[in-house]
């Protein structure tokens, strides 16, 4: 297929498929993770359990997330992400049935929300390592920002739909068209013609194979330091998203439409900028790029906790979404491209503790500081050490470039990993 190259990871059946069926799933995703959040917040009226149930549902990465890539190294990849969202669906179908009938309560949202993170723990390293068998590592940086974007732009129609149907019919109905929507995702995967990859049984105990992923996290400065900044950005500025009930309802005197606005005002942001990294054909300044969008992201959440206008805020959370995004893909982009394939998933399973499993101790202390000093107040400090962290890692930039290049250079000599 002759596609612009803004789309060319398109160009691969099996990266269609899987795209389209993610698309539909994630829309779905999105839907819940907003219902969740207003019924969290319905059912309680507390920011510290806002925070709570965000810990409870990402914490099992931060825990288990270097298990997951244990098994996304030596198991099928693909068949590792049917079970996985297999499990998702039954998860967002158990909680639909609770909502709809009425009997829901506080205790079964912390339950599925830490059953969900489990299954995470080993869908996100499995997820991230097939991408590459997809498409090769040629196409690997575009076939990344093109997952950014389908991400961002159910990010876009999820909040939206789910503020809409929130007011209107309930949650309830949210987590059921969830359920629904993972069949898309599965059906994709299972369309799928996947060549067999080589795996090599390393002799080692699971601990063992482990601290070999870590192993080669620490010895490589390049690859911690990017990791560092994510899991500073991830602690300290993305739990914002988890206090935007408080700031649609009490800060914008908005409701659930207010807040699926905002979302999705964030996600046309993060779709922007994960198309302007799927136009790049090379590698060359995403270190930078990272630092920046990570600066960016800091400055745009102290304007954001700033704000009393509902349009302003809004507004704001577009330059927000996009910086995140951009420092994500960079980020995602550049470790992959400096890991070699069979350290991969156990690799990208640290990039999940840092990016998702750092996450939730972020949750837990911004619901608690807002609890006590508000979400504004929060949300401003989480800002600008973002900010301090970015100017940190631009320092430091020119002292691990020739490593960063090196480490490329490597993985472009090794080749393999693609498709047939």
Known sequence: ?????????????????FFGGQLISLIGTWMQN???????????????????VGFAAQIPVFVLAPLGGIVADRYNRRRIV????????????????????????????????????????FDIPARQSFIVEMVGKQDLMNAIALNSSMFNASRVIGPAVAGVLVASVG????????????????????????????????????VSRVVEGFRFVLGNPPVHAILILLGVVSVTGMPYAVLMPIFAARILHGG????????????????????????????????RWAASA????????????????????????????????????????????????????????????????????????????AQKFGAPATVAAGGAISMAAATGFRIWLPRIRAATRTLIAAQQMAGGGGPE
């Open 256 to 287: 659930p439409k207010a807040l699926g606005g905002l979302s999705a005002m964030a996600g046309i942001g993060a779709l922007a900028g994960a198309l302007l990294l799927a136009g790049r054909k090379d590698l060359r300044g995403l270190g």
């Open 294 to 369: 990570a600066f960016g992201f800091g400055a745009g959440l102290v304007a954001f906790s700033a704000s009393r206008q509902l349009w302003l805020s809004a507004a704001i959370l577009v330059p927000v979404g996009f910086s995140m995004i951009v420092q994500m893909g960079s980020s995602n982009t550049l470790i992959q491209s400096m890991v070699p394939d069979h350290l991969r998933g156990r690799v990208m399973s640290v990039y999940s503790m840092m990016f998702m499993g750092m996450a939730p101790i972020g949750a837990l202390l911004a619901g608690a500081a």
């Open 34 to 52: 907003v219902s969740q959040a207003w019924l969290v917040y319905r059912l309680t009226g507390s920011s510290a359990l806002l925070g709570a």
């Open 1 to 17: 297929m002759r596609l612009p190259v803004t789309l060319r990871a398109l160009g691969y059946r099996n990266y269609r498929l």
């Open 171 to 206: 949650e309830g109905w949210c987590f059921f068209i969830n359920g629904l929507s993972f069949m898309a995702v599965i059906a994709g995967l299972l369309a799928m013609s996947v060549k067999r990859r080589e795996t090599v049984n390393r002799p080692g105990s699971p």
């Open 82 to 121: 049917v079970a996985t969202q297999t499990s998702s669906m039954l998860l967002a179908f158990a909680m639909a049935a609770l909502t709809l009938s009425g009997s829901v309560r506080i205790w079964h949202i912390f339950v599925l929300a830490a059953l969900l993170g489990v299954t995470n723990s």
